[in-house]
């Protein structure tokens, strides 16, 4: 057995029988604590306890504008994040889960009739399947035909990330997110302590180092990522903190396009994006990333990078833009960037 499949043999044996619910958890990695939007709350107070009490996320991953969409969620346990996405994307829209782990898969599945009646959907908008997130092929996911992937704090658990990112492209319709919350360290973890399984099912010492994630996005066609936010996780176990020694870990919501256009700096043109007020539960404001803050009628200079991101996904109904690339002024002063919001932002800056 080589190490990759040993690694997934652990998380499947500490999710799948280890974890009987988050209250098992040694750490606040896996532990949601993010403010959810209020039309989110009403939806998951509708969702079983079952599904709640094995849930492990480290965000809240679910972007707006999803009705009608078709939505994957890479890891979906017991499907908390399936069931929200679903009920927001209407049952016009498709919501399918992946996860390698039967048991969590198990309560996932013995939910959909009742969720689907909570919600007052006449038909499932919902499917759950066992695959491997490095393989989306074996979940029968095709090139091109995902809207939006989620994945909330599972990405830091597999052996192969890099394979892992190239199946999200691939499967992305050109114009798709990546909208997803996973940790990462502040440097990279020594070898020894990724060996551990109870630090490697925590969520901790699979992180990847933040600086490797962009440059990991870079080499796969995708040199501009956004941080939407950021906390540092507290390791309140003494004996954990002890092995894990002076590597920070921080909980990071992100989000990625599958745009063709998109440059490694932000380059300005003299372009201007206007927001409409029409995504459904954000008529005053749109918050595309953590300096990006776009009120309802307000004229925004913007990068090209982020013109695109804008204009040429789903959101692009939603937004007035103003210009185009035919005349470059040089570099655009875009506030925090993937490159410079990275070691010390997750060091220092998350709270």
Do not use: W
């Amino acid at each position: 057995m080589n190490t990759s499949d040993v690694t997934i043999d652990r998380v499947k044996n500490y999710y799948g029988k280890k974890l009987q619910g988050n209250g098992d958890l040694k750490t606040s990695a896996c532990c949601s604590v993010e403010t959810m939007p209020a039309r989110h709350k009403e939806i998951v107070a509708g969702i079983d306890d079952e599904i709640l009490d094995r849930f492990y996320g480290c965000g809240s991953p679910i972007p707006p504008a999803l009705d009608g969409r078709t939505i994957l969620d890479l890891g979906c346990g017991t499907g908390r994040d399936v069931y929200l996405a679903a009920c927001l994307a209407g049952e016009n829209g498709r919501v399918i889960g992946v996860d390698m782990t039967d048991e969590q898969l198990a309560v996932a599945r013995r939910h959909v009739a009742s969720q689907m009646e909570v919600f007052g959907f006449k038909q499932s908008n919902v499917e759950f399947c066992h695959g491997y997130i490095e393989d989306l092929a074996t979940a029968g996911i095709a090139d091109a035909s995902v809207d939006i992937v989620i994945s909330n704090c599972v990405i830091n658990l597999s052996p192969d990330k890099q394979r892992v990112f190239s199946e999200i492209f691939r499967v992305l319709k050109p114009g798709g997110e990546l909208y997803f919350a996973d940790v990462f360290a502040g440097r990279r973890v020594p070898p020894h302590l990724a060996a551990d399984p109870v630090l490697y099912g925590e969520c901790l010492s699979g992180a990847l180092y933040i600086e490797d994630f962009r440059r990991m996005l870079t080499i796969l066609g995708c040199p501009d990522y956004r941080i939407v936010s950021k906390r540092l996780i507290e390791i309140s176990d003494t004996n954990l903190a002890d092995r894990i020694g002076p590597i920070e870990f921080g909980s990071i919501t992100a989000r990625a396009f599958k745009l063709d256009d998109l440059e490694d700096l932000c380059e300005d043109y003299g372009q201007i994006a206007i927001y409409k007020g029409t995504i459904a539960d954000m008529p005053y404001s749109f918050e595309l990333d953590d300096h990006h803050l776009f009120e309802t009628g307000k004229a925004m200079p913007v990068c090209g990078n982020t013109a695109s991101m804008l204009s040429r996904t789903r959101f692009g109904e939603h937004f007035k833009i103003i210009g185009n690339r035919e005349t470059h002024f040089g570099p655009f002063d875009c506030g925090p960037s993937p490159r410079a919001d990275t070691n010390d932002a997750l060091l220092n800056g998350c709270c």
